[in-house]
């Protein structure tokens, strides 16, 4: 079965800085997708970024990139020059071509941006 | 173009009432993915219906849970004899056709169930 972990509960950030969430999956499953959301704290699930297992180069979606190590299985999101309103909770979550057909998702990391 | 819609948004029930949480899919859209967050946790895959058939309930819990998703209508998520430990934000998805390893799944704006 697979699994998304996420190691870091919480992060700060400076404002204007950038800020790597880590990511790391389990999947013996050769073709899958990545995908990050944030979770403001209204709560809905806003889609950033996606990274299919076969994408030779980095997803970027503006400010947002996915650090994609498939030999590491890590797949991080990286948030350049960050801004006051990206603080919220960062989930990874994982979608396999076979078997279930539904996101596995990580217990997400919360950030701070800090002014 | 309307996205996924969930009603209520949020809903208060005392223990041993039933909760029915609605979702209507996007337009098109005839596969619907419910999914639950508990306090502080990621979501968890729940059940994965089509219309008027259900695919996949693996992840959701055998007594008191049901789903259904009709051919006229919205997807139903119902709770019968709610206990606390049923209070989450509970999220519905809809895709064209069966998710695959590519971005598919639109989420709506979630329901957060307090059981009292």
């Known amino acids: 079965a697979q699994k998304i972990t996420q190691t870091q509960p919480g992060m700060f950030v400076q404002e204007k800085e950038a800020v790597t969430l880590d990511c790391t999956y389990d999947?013996?499953?050769?073709?899958?997708?990545l995908f990050w959301y944030k979770q403001p704290s209204s709560g809905e699930m806003i889609f950033l970024i996606y990274?299919?297992?076969?994408?030779?180069q980095n997803a970027t979606e503006g400010r947002y990139s996915l650090n994609f190590q498939k030999a590491r299985k890590s797949a991080n999101l990286v948030i350049s020059a960050s801004q006051l309103g990206d603080s919220a909770m960062y989930f990874c979550?994982?979608?396999?071509?076979?078997?279930?057909?539904?996101?596995?998702f990580g217990s997400g990391t919360r950030l701070q941006v800090q002014p | 173009n309307a996205g996924v819609m969930q009603n209520p948004r949020h809903l208060v029930r005392r223990r041993g009432q039933e909760a029915r949480l609605r979702c209507s899919p996007m337009?098109?859209?005839?596969?619907v993915y419910w999914y639950r967050q508990l306090p502080e946790e990621g979501l968890k895959f729940m059940v994965y219906?089509?219309?008027?058939?259900?695919?996949?309930e693996s992840g959701m819990p055998k007594e008191r849970f049901s789903a259904e998703f009709p051919k006229e209508g919205p997807s139903i998520l119902r709770i019968q004899q709610v206990v606390r430990g049923d209070s989450a934000a509970y999220f519905c998805?809809?895709?064209?056709?069966?998710?695959?390893?590519?971005?598919?799944?639109?989420f709506g704006p979630g329901t957060r169930l307090t059981v009292l």
């Open positions: 998805a809809s895709s064209p056709r069966a998710s695959a390893s590519y971005n598919e799944q639109f």
């Open positions: 999947t013996s499953d050769q073709s899958y997708g």
């Open positions: 990274q299919g297992s076969y994408d030779e």
């Open positions: 979550a994982m979608i396999m071509d076979t078997g279930r057909r539904a996101l596995t």
């Open positions: 337009k098109g859209h005839s596969h």
């Open positions: 219906l089509q219309k008027e058939n259900i695919i996949d």
